[in-house]
């Protein structure tokens, strides 16, 4: 069972408070008095779990190999797309980790569990931390991937970004000693932004970490250039440049999508038709203050679009729709497959959560994770298939941790550990999270023993990839 269950309340609230009436039970709300602390809850989890136990690394003898893997996790995409895929994962171990949460998600389910639950991301790498805009244009920096999210435990979150920043920083050309640091600062960082969560009035909390204090809380200062530089691409990285690229005007008016195989097509007018029919069903996932501004708005063209890593395969459109000067807004309409999680959540022996529509799931998570979401982000279906729709090329830009300089790593490091655990803080109690993890370093310290140890086992499952692709076993379309 996990401790406290995720954050919308479920105990019933009653008796008498001091020197007020007595109030009414309402569900959803905390018990005035509670019968033990949080914080001492999670300092007794410690008897149960040292902290020292997260640096284990059990890949036993059952293990799928690598290959297998990926071979699984290429069920029921478009075949034509998964060589792209492939190639995609053989380019570095940090590409292969990227594309294999489901694989890791396996090794993390036969690791110790503190049982605190949250809602986590689920594929937390260091690449998939990035800006995009708010609803006034201003940009914030935040988790940006939330496929694979789900109600589970927080400490396989912070495992995966730790090790990611291992291979990022191998990748980058960093020591040995400076990237187990960056799996070490991360955890750190994770653990001291959990303890101030823990100590702040709870709407502080919520709404904690601006983005303009971020850099000073995480001493990220020599990070400062890069994210300027990624800021200003990312102001630029708008549905107006993408559709000055990739559109043409039409006769009579409007404007169409340009065919740039092998990530941009063309689809048949009937498919067309299907996506832009399920704009009906995606409206009613908004809320009603969206819709008259939507309504401004008409659909003009749809085509098919190639995405990331750990989605190509997975059908995805982007919609053009113009308004009455012929500006353009772009939606993405993505579909959206069962966390890989899941399976890897019973062998653990832990609750599965009730999926009603996956789209709404990918939704839901990342509303609760983020403390800014993009206001379009909805979901629907396209043939039976479930969907989720946002803005697409909505001032996003994002920091590629591979490509950072070893005295730049540290600081990502420590930036997206406290925004991991600020998302966290959403849907676990951060009072609870924060007496498990203390005041040492002992938990930072497993974290990067695990992190080292799991980059090792996967630049040997990405070596088995690579024999794989060279000895003909699987296809794969490099540098694409």
């Avoid at 890593?309 to 993405?332: C, F, I, K, M, N």
């Avoid at 925004?419 to 007496?435: E, K, M, N, V, Y």
Wanted: net charge negative; glycine share 10%.
């Amino acid at each position: 069972m996990f401790v406290h269950g995720e954050a919308v309340g479920v105990s019933e609230v009653g008796g008498a408070v001091a020197g007020t009436a007595r109030v009414p039970s309402v569900r959803g709300f905390a018990q005035w008095a509670a019968k033990s602390s949080p914080k001492d809850e999670g300092k007794a989890l410690r008897e149960r779990v040292p902290r020292s136990a997260h640096a284990s690394v059990d890949t036993n003898g059952d293990r799928p190999d690598a290959v297998t893997a990926v071979e699984e996790s290429s069920r029921d995409r478009i075949p034509h797309l998964t060589p792209i895929r492939v190639g995609r994962m053989a380019a570095t171990p940090f590409a292969f980790l990227r594309g294999s949460a489901g694989l890791m998600a396996y090794d993390l389910a036969r690791t110790p569990l503190t049982g605190i639950g949250a809602q986590i991301c689920g594929d937390a790498h260091a690449g998939n931390f990035g800006l995009y805009a708010d609803a006034r244009g201003g940009l914030v920096i935040d988790l940006n991937d939330f496929d694979e999210t789900v109600h589970g435990p927080w400490e396989w979150d912070l495992k995966r970004l730790a090790a990611s920043l291992v291979l990022a920083g191998r990748e980058a050309g960093a020591d040995e000693d400076t990237c187990r640091k960056a799996a070490q600062f991360a955890a750190g960082s994770y653990r001291r932004t959990m303890r101030l969560l823990a100590k702040l009035p709870v709407l502080d909390a919520w709404n904690a970490i601006a983005d303009e204090e971020l850099v000073s809380h995480t001493d990220a200062h020599d990070l400062l250039g890069t994210l300027e530089r990624v800021s200003e691409k990312a102001r630029a990285n708008t549905s107006g440049r993408f559709a000055a690229k990739s559109t043409e005007v039409v006769e009579g008016g409007g404007r169409r999508f340009v065919d740039a195989p092998p990530v941009l097509r063309r689809v048949p007018d009937e498919e067309a038709a299907a996506v832009a029919f399920s704009l009906e069903e995606y409206l009613g996932t908004l809320s009603e203050d969206r819709l008259p501004l939507l309504a401004r708005y008409a659909v003009h063209d749809v085509a098919f679009r190639v995405v990331g890593t750990g989605s190509v395969g997975a059908r995805s459109y982007v919609v053009l729709l113009l308004d009455h000067r012929g500006e353009p807004l772009v939606l993405q309409v993505k579909e959206t497959r069962g966390s890989v999680l899941v399976p890897h959540l019973e062998t653990a022996g832990l609750p599965v959560p009730e999926v009603v529509h996956e789209g709404r799931r990918v939704v839901l998570g990342q509303k609760r994770m983020q403390v800014v979401s993009d206001i379009l982000l909805g979901w629907t279906s396209v043939d039976g298939r479930p969907f989720q729709v946002r803005q697409f090329r909505n001032r996003k830009g994002s920091v590629d941790p591979a490509a950072l300089a070893a005295d730049q790593i540290d600081d990502y490091a420590r930036m997206t550990g406290a925004l991991l655990a600020r998302a966290h803080a959403h849907s676990a109690d951060p009072r609870l999270i924060s007496g498990y993890c203390g005041k040492s370093e002992e938990l930072d310290e497993a974290i990067a023993s695990f992190s080292v140890a799991y980059a090792d086992r996967t630049e040997a499952d990405h070596t088995e990839l690579v024999a794989a692709v060279r000895a003909g076993r699987v296809v794969a379309e490099l540098g694409v």
